[in-house]
């Protein structure tokens, strides 16, 4: 909250910038529907608009929006042909997309499977596959967008531990990707990439929401007052490392019994693939692979009753971790993304039942919204076109 107040100036510098937060959701808009979601007159919206198009931060098209009602056609931020390549990164997978600077789609959503060993490796992907875009779109300037799977610094632009990686060591991204392709590089992690797509591309504004995933390990980011919480060690594993049996198995931050060993896939796959290995014949002596995430999904929905229970109790392990956050924060929407989402409604109700426990919701006096728990709706192109928005936020901090 300002503490200050604020002098005419401060008003019309505040102003312009959410005329032009509005116009980066919308994409394109006219005055009328400025005017209603900004709760400004029409008057005032239009004294706005005349001055960000003199600054030639927006343009205006004599396309109409309404078939009905006042003409004045629609305004847009002004782009200068710049496309962001978006990409989601990991020592397994690169998921990509080229938007241009409105991160409207440029291309088709690609995945590219890579198995490096080094970070030299996998640098050397990310390259490659920036040559590849700048071949096919000649002639556009690109810049990288980058979600790093993770613990990541995006003030150093530093991938710092890549808990998937064969490697420990850390990556300066930012630094040896921007010379080595002359270009300009932002970067955030996994989580923070899905709370941007959420923050930006959901239905209706939203002021205070958490995204979760839960994949590999357990991530997680919080949008508070519309703003990314990213806290001070850049961490996306709050949640997955929050202590949830002081006697369990060690984590790999060095402690016992996080969420992580219970409730991710990782800990799953390792679990499931113990129980193979104990259900070898005595005179076997091979040593059984970890199952895949979608062996493990198809067993749950198979109905193989030692993975069904190993599930669920990951989901409750989940759900309680939720509900302790719920608690601190007052955060109402919680949406789940990452592949554990496909073992469905069981395990998403079970979730759900412990987090359901909230002792707030169940108060009358004063309505407090019930807590929405429930699965991310936004396609994969669409999460991964989510770290194109640090450019937008970058953009947007510029004019404070
Ligand atoms: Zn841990």
Redesign the pocket.
């Known amino acids: 909250m300002q503490s200050k107040g604020l002098n005419n100036q401060r008003v019309r510098q505040y102003n312009k910038k959410v005329m032009m937060t509005l116009l980066y959701r919308e994409k394109t808009a006219s005055k009328s529907t400025l005017a209603r979601l900004s709760q400004l007159s029409i008057p005032a919206v239009g004294k706005i608009l005349a001055d960000l198009q003199s600054e030639g931060r927006i343009s205006h098209s004599a396309v109409n929006l309404h078939t009905r009602g006042l003409g004045g056609g629609s305004y847009q931020v002004a782009v200068d042909g710049t496309c962001i390549l978006c990409m989601n990164v990991s020592p397994y997978r690169i998921e990509s997309i080229l938007t241009d600077s409105l991160i409207t789609p440029q291309s088709p959503f690609q995945l590219t499977e890579i198995a490096v060993k080094t970070p030299e490796a996998l640098l050397a992907q990310i390259e490659k596959l920036f040559h590849g875009y700048r071949k096919t779109y000649r002639d556009v300037p690109i810049k990288l967008a980058l979600s790093v799977h993770g613990q990541v610094n995006p003030t150093t632009g530093v991938s710092q531990n890549m808990p998937q990686a064969p490697w420990n060591s850390a990556i300066e991204m930012k630094y040896l990707l921007e010379e080595r392709l002359n270009t300009e590089l932002l970067l955030d992690n996994d989580c923070v990439m899905l709370a941007l797509a959420e923050k930006w591309q959901h239905q209706h504004e939203q002021h205070d929401f958490c995204v979760i995933n839960v994949d590999y390990g357990i991530g997680s980011s919080f949008v508070i007052n519309q703003q990314i919480y990213r806290g001070t060690l850049f961490g996306s594993?709050q949640i997955?490392?929050a202590?949830i049996d002081p006697d369990g198995s060690l984590?790999?931050?060095?402690?016992?019994g996080?969420?992580?060993?219970v409730a991710s896939l990782s800990a799953m796959k390792n679990q499931a693939r113990g129980w193979l290995m104990a259900q070898r014949p005595a005179n076997d002596e091979t040593v059984p692979r970890t199952p895949s995430t979608q062996e493990l999904i198809d067993r749950y929905h198979q109905g193989d009753p030692a993975v069904r229970a190993m599930v669920m109790r990951a989901a409750r392990a989940l759900g309680l971790s939720l509900y302790n956050f719920l608690n601190i924060l007052n955060i109402n929407h919680i949406y789940l993304y990452g592949r554990s989402c496909g073992f469905g409604d069981a395990w998403l109700n079970t979730v759900r039942e412990q987090t359901g426990l909230n002792p707030f919701d169940r108060t009358d006096s004063v309505k407090i919204m019930a807590t929405h728990v429930g699965l991310g709706t936004l396609s994969r192109a669409q999460q991964i076109m989510g770290i194109g928005y640090l450019y937008v936020e970058h953009a947007l901090e510029q004019m404070a």
Request: aromatic letters at 0%; one cysteine or more.
């Open positions: 594993g997955g490392h202590i984590c790999s931050c060095g402690r016992h996080c969420l992580e060993t």
